[in-house]
């Protein structure tokens, strides 16, 4: 349940919500059956510490010494109890309307809680109250303090009975058994004493633990004790004396422990939660998942337990299915694999689903009734109805997380006196709810939370600045767009007169810690991914991209809390944005490069790496032919970037458009996918029928995000991933390898674009396998997708709606109903179907349109009746679905023989790179798709005369030898480091680096793709070491952000140059950073650069000479000639490199401080 912004430190529980206190001050309230925020009560003046609930009544406590209450229904504030003025660490309720709070300002003070009036103070701790309990019968308060005494007070009087004294440090909790008139108080000096309560004398005294004891927890003549050592002592009462026994597991402290029937739960330092049967005294589950600590642990019901941890979510687990599944095993017998799978069954926020009955209910707004239903929320009812508010966290896909402030309405108080302001997002509607979304008060409201935004954005911004990071790109998308529609809407107030306009200015000048910006410089803007790039700067903490990436994609790549290397600095916490990726670069996680995230972020942060002004830059130069391809789901969406209806076919209009942009050729990538299905249909019979020599099942590999999560986290399914290029790498295929011929011209002066609705098909083109192994020429150059072409189409000033259609250019501009189907979930399976059908037996597939798989389920199965054998398929899209299908892989109940898998919900056309929406716009857009397929000539793909033509002119068989060289590839499993990408511990040459900094040694960094450049730079150390100076050596990549250069004297940068001018892949991810820094940022750094190269190649020693043209722009000093050597040389790349080694002495000589001395 993911939407405080900081550590959450305490809940209460009904038996509708959970609600939730934290450091971000805010109280809110989670929906227990769907774990939906559906509420923020508060936002209180500081950090809320605890919770409690009473009949319908929810107390909270906070740092400044305030008590206040609210209703869990309506979750209105009701009262305040002022009068601590410190920071109040416990409080109780007790049955007689009265409540006692214990602060740090050492005393306790007891509230009426029918008035919120103060009836009494008890004085006499000398330090901070750790525990209260209240016996009414006696009229008695039990209280405990650091002091190291328990006292016994009387209510009424204020007076003391008792002072319970002998703990040798503070005590942490008590507990009271009335029967046997004890009080059993836990210590940090490790013990637990028993008292007479009566007289106040030491009953018995506990021993055994071997540090403070922090919870105990009573069963009849049984103690449990959670203690720091690590361990939970299980004390039998009835002999004290004897030594308890002990749960041991834990690897650091216990900070909690709660009790559930018969299990007892367990959760510290080692960021687990443990789960012991008290019957048998074992250990029955671990539950891992959280990141920090554990702190404390709820379990409302038999199916559901919540924790929560030095983080800002809370965690539920599906507590006694885990326990119960394993009944009759301990986990101590369980394998290892056995134990992983336990521990890994973390449940989802969104795994309940929402089961609120629904009705329809009256409310009003802005004074008119209307019916609803009961299960909207009020900005789901205002829209609904046709009243705008503008929401930027919230989306109807991701729910609510009521972070951003934007959508505050009016809403009148159930006791209709006033009207107090809400999170239209998160706040469910009543019967006769009255709202208003247009009051003076609800824009200034609007007003306010644009200006934290911005405000956030501008320090965020300045901070970068400050590090010398370049802003990539300034537009703010939703949120500009927001403000527009927010400015619109209240133009006009009710009684028509146009309102003053007032904004409020954020204030800029806020200080930032100078010792904080080397940390958070290599935070800002992350471009590792070669997808989509994070631009910290413009984050506003809506949390969305969480949500996308961990609810619906179940990858689990950003995390709320801020490196560890973070924690000690508040500040930097605060100009930190909410989300992380965990202190690693994105292109260094798991991460596929769906770009759900970005298709989410409602603020510009994350977005596709942006290729417009590459694609300018090589049509300005004319040099090239510049042909571009458009994927089936891109003509489908293109017309909401021009606020067209959502949901238009605008093929034609798209071709002109691609014409107006200035391609030379426009073909279709559907032509491709048509190919795609007659290599993919064949392979299919292929391995059905040749069993011995392949295996089944088959799963589609036509979409790069699903082969990245293969390659990431199940390379065992490699074997069954088809062989088949994706569509786009067909049509490139094709276009650099036939097209090119064709033409008579050389595939590398062809420029190959394709528009896609996807953001892993930029990653992809990169692919070593796609290139031409001798020339080193991709097969396609460059993907748009939707959302840049808008963009490119915007800067242009081309009015869209008014565009006449247009023919797709030939040979590659026909496609079938088939390749239509490949935008949408279920279209490719479909489309296979279809084809191989007709390759097996001759005849067309007898229901040519397949109804199972065009539902929106995210996992779809079905059986079918092929050619007398029955083939089992299943179609699943979205990365959380796909988790789920392959929870069984690798055991007999997973039975299929042919697979369909899209990494994004619903396939393409809810790809990453689509059009942002704030609808739930996928089946809309799914329409069309069938529609379209409907209305064109040909059906499959076996169809398309072109297609034919191709086989019959160049590969000549489907799955044959030219086709297999062409169309088909292979995959590698991904070599994936848990391991911080640091500068130190990836470090290939670490034993000749050792001790060595930027302090006391030089640095070479090299860039090298088969090896020669990597001995060139070993040559050049050499050298520097015979002169007696140390150095140190990396890979480019592996140095992390160049920004660090300016900390370094002399660098020496060796590159070879590879593919068409390119840069080593160990060197392309440094040069790609290295462009994103502003000019003149490396101004104190020496640097001198040595090229390898072949003059056999046109693009002679490019990425050595950029380079030095780079560090040239960024201020850097040259001190010594770039040296460009030649492999064609006799002596190959040594002739120029042993006379530029003797120029190096010089430079060194001047350092002559010692410790750069070897
Ligand atoms: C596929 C391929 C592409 C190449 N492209 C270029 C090029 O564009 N320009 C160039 O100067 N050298 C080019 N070369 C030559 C290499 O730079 C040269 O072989 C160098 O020694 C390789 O060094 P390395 O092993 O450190 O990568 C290319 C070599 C190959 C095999
Ligand atoms: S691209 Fe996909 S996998 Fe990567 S961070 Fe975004 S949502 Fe997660
Ligand atoms: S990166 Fe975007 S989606 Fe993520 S929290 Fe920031 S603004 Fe929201
Ligand atoms: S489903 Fe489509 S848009 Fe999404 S990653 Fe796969 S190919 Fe790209
Ligand atoms: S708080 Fe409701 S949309 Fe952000």
Redesign the pocket.
């Known amino acids: 349940m993911s939407g405080h912004t900081k550590a959450v430190n305490t809940l209460a529980i009904t038996n509708k919500f959970c609600f939730s206190g934290s450091n971000d001050r805010t109280v809110r309230a989670w929906s227990l059956e769907n774990g939906y925020c559906t509420g923020v009560l508060d936002t209180q003046e500081s950090p809320v510490l605890s919770l409690a609930v009473k009949k319908n009544v929810l107390y909270s406590s906070n740092t400044d010494g305030m008590l206040k209450s609210y209703n869990t229904t309506t979750h209105r504030s009701i009262q305040s109890f002022q009068g601590h003025t410190n920071k109040i660490t416990v409080f109780t309720l007790d049955n007689k309307e009265n409540l006692f709070s214990g602060s740090s300002d050492c005393s306790i003070k007891l509230w009426n809680l029918k008035d919120s009036s103060w009836k009494q103070t008890y004085n006499a701790h000398s330090d901070y109250i750790t525990d209260l309990i209240s016996a009414h019968k006696s009229s008695t308060l039990y209280s405990s303090s650091v002091d190291t005494t328990a006292i016994a007070w009387d209510i009424e009087s204020g007076r003391k009975k008792l002072t319970f004294k002998g703990h040798k440090d503070w005590i942490f909790s008590m507990l009271l058994d009335k029967s046997k008139k004890t009080l059993y108080t836990s210590s940090q000096d490790r013990m637990v004493k028993m008292w007479d309560i009566r007289s106040g004398s030491c009953a018995h005294t506990l021993f055994g633990h071997e540090y403070g004891i922090v919870k105990m927890i009573l069963n009849q003549n049984i103690l449990y004790t959670a203690s720091w050592d690590g361990r939970i002592g299980v004390y039998n009462l009835k002999k004290p004396r004897q030594l308890p026994t002990f749960l041991e597991g834990h690897s650091g402290k216990i900070r909690t422990l709660s009790k559930y029937g018969d299990y007892l739960y367990s959760g510290g330092n080692d960021c687990t939660i443990r789960v012991w049967s008290c019957k048998t005294l074992k250990c029955k589950a671990v539950l891992k998942g959280h990141k920090k600590p554990v702190t404390a642990i709820y379990i409302p019901n038999k199916n559901l337990t919540l924790s929560i941890g030095e983080e800002r979510r809370i965690y539920r687990w599906p507590s006694h299915h885990v326990v119960d599944s394993n009944s009759k095993q301990e986990l101590e017998t369980l394998t290892k694999k056995e134990k992983q799978k336990i521990s890994l069954k973390r449940d989802h926020a969104y795994d309940l689903g929402s089961k609120i009955i629904e009705k329809q209910i009256e409310i009003n707004i802005n004074g008119q009734k209307f019916k609803v239903s009961s299960k909207l929320n009020i900005l789901e009812a205002c829209r609904k109805v046709g009243f705008e508010i503008e929401a930027l966290c919230y989306h109807p896909s991701l729910g609510p997380v009521g972070t951003c402030k934007c959508c505050i309405v009016d809403v009148k108080s159930v006791s209709k006196q006033s009207f107090q302001r809400a999170c239209a997002c998160a706040t469910e509607l009543w019967e006769g709810m009255e709202i208003k979304t247009d009051s003076p008060k609800v824009r200034e409201q609007l007003m306010s939370a644009v200006a934290d935004l911005r405000k956030k954005q501008k320090n965020r911004n300045l901070l970068s600045k400050m590090v010398g990071i370049e802003k990539v790109n300034n537009s703010n998308h939703l949120m500009e767009e927001y403000i527009k529609n927010g400015e619109k809407r209240f133009k006009k107030s009710k009684n028509g007169k146009k309102q003053k306009k007032k904004v409020i200015v954020a204030d800029e000048n806020d200080t930032m810690l100078d010792n904080l910006i080397e940390r958070v410089s290599n935070k800002f803007i992350d471009t590792t991914n070669l997808a989509i790039q994070v631009d910290h700067t413009k984050c506003i903490d809506c949390t969305r991209c969480i949500a996308a990436c961990s609810n619906i994609q179940g990858m689990d790549i950003y995390s709320y809390d801020p490196p560890t290397t973070m924690n000690d600095f508040n500040s930097a916490e605060s100009l930190m944005p909410a989300f992380n990726t965990k202190g690693k670069f994105l292109g260094d996680t798991l991460c596929i490069s769906c770009g759900q995230c970005s298709l989410y972020c409602p603020s510009g942060a994350i977005t596709e790496i942006d290729h417009t002004q590459k694609l300018d830059a090589v049509m300005k130069s004319k040099k090239k032919l510049v042909v571009v391809g458009m994927a089936p789901s891109a003509r489908i969406s293109m017309s909401e970037i021009f606020k067209l209806a959502p949901g238009s076919l605008t093929t034609g209009q798209c071709v002109h458009l691609l014409r107006l942009l200035g391609f030379n050729q426009v073909f279709d990538v559907q032509f491709a996918a048509d190919l795609t299905i007659m290599e993919e249909g064949t392979e299919l019979l292929h391995r059905m029928n040749d069993k011995e020599n392949s295996v089944l099942p088959m799963f589609t590999s036509c979409c790069p995000g699903w082969v990245n999560l293969v390659e990431k986290k199940y390379p065992e399914i490699i074997p069954h991933l088809s062989s088949c290029k994706s569509p786009q790498q067909m049509f490139g295929s094709v276009i650099k390898n036939y097209y090119a011929k064709r033409l008579n011209l050389d595939p590398k002066d062809i420029y190959c674009v394709t528009v896609m609705p996807c953001t892993a098909k930029k990653k992809e083109l990169d692919r070593p396998q796609f290139r031409n192994?001798?020339?080193?020429v991709k097969e396609v150059d460059l993907c748009l997708t939707v959302r840049e072409m808008g963009r490119m189409v915007a800067k242009r000033g081309i009015e869209f709606s008014e565009l006449e259609e247009r023919e797709f250019d030939n040979p590659l501009g026909f496609s079938t109903g088939a390749a239509q189907l490949f935008a949408s979930s279920g279209g490719v399976m479909e489309a296979a179907l279809r084809s191989a059908y007709w390759l097996q037996k001759g005849v067309e597939f007898p229901s040519i349109e397949f109804k199972p798989v065009r539902s929106r389920k995210g996992i779809k199965e079905s059986v079918i009746d092929f050619d007398g054998t029955p083939l089992r398929l299943a179609v699943v899209s979205g990365g959380k679905n796909i988790h789920k299908f392959l929870e069984t892989w690798g055991t007999s109940s997973f039975n299929y023989d042919f697979i369909e898998i899209m990494a994004c919900p619903d396939g393409c056309i809810g790809g990453g790179g689509q059009p942002r929406s704030n609808l739930d716009i996928n089946p809309l857009r799914k329409q069309v798709v069938y529609q379209n397929e409907n209305k064109l000539p040909s059906r499959s793909s076996y169809q398309n005369p072109l297609v034919k033509r191709l086989y019959k002119d160049w590969l000549k068989k489907p799955y044959d030898k030219v086709a297999l060289k062409y169309l088909h590839t292979t995959y590698e499993p991904y070599k994936y480091s848990d391991q911080p990408q640091t500068d130190e511990n990836s470090d290939k040459f670490h034993k000749l680096n050792e001790g060595l900094t930027w302090k006391n040694s030089y640095l070479i960094l090299y860039?090298?793709?088969?090896?020669?450049?990597?001995k060139?730079s070993l040559k050049i150390a050499d050298k520097i070491r015979s002169l007696k100076y140390k150095v140190r050596i990396k890979e480019m990549n592996e140095y992390g952000q160049p920004i660090k250069l300016k900390h370094e004297k002399l660098v020496f940068l060796i590159t070879?140059?590879?593919?068409?001018?390119?840069f080593?892949e160990n060197a392309l991810k440094f040069w790609h950073k290295l462009k994103e820094l502003q000019p003149m940022s490396l101004t104190k750094l020496k640097f001198c650069v040595f090229?390898?190269?072949?003059?056999t190649?046109?693009?002679?020693?490019?990425a050595a000479k950029n380079l030095d043209q780079k560090f040239i722009e960024l201020g850097a000093k040259k001190v010594l000639e770039i040296g460009l050597s030649n492999?064609e040389d006799k002596n190959?790349?040594l002739t120029t490199l042993n006379p530029w080694l003797k120029d190096i002495q010089p430079l060194l000589k001047k350092n002559k401080k010692s410790r750069w001395r070897k």
């Open positions: 192994p001798k020339t080193g860039g090298s793709q088969t090896g020669t450049a990597e060139a070879s140059t590879f593919w068409d001018g390119s080593p090229g390898l190269g072949s003059s190649y046109t693009q002679f020693n490019n492999r190959g790349y």
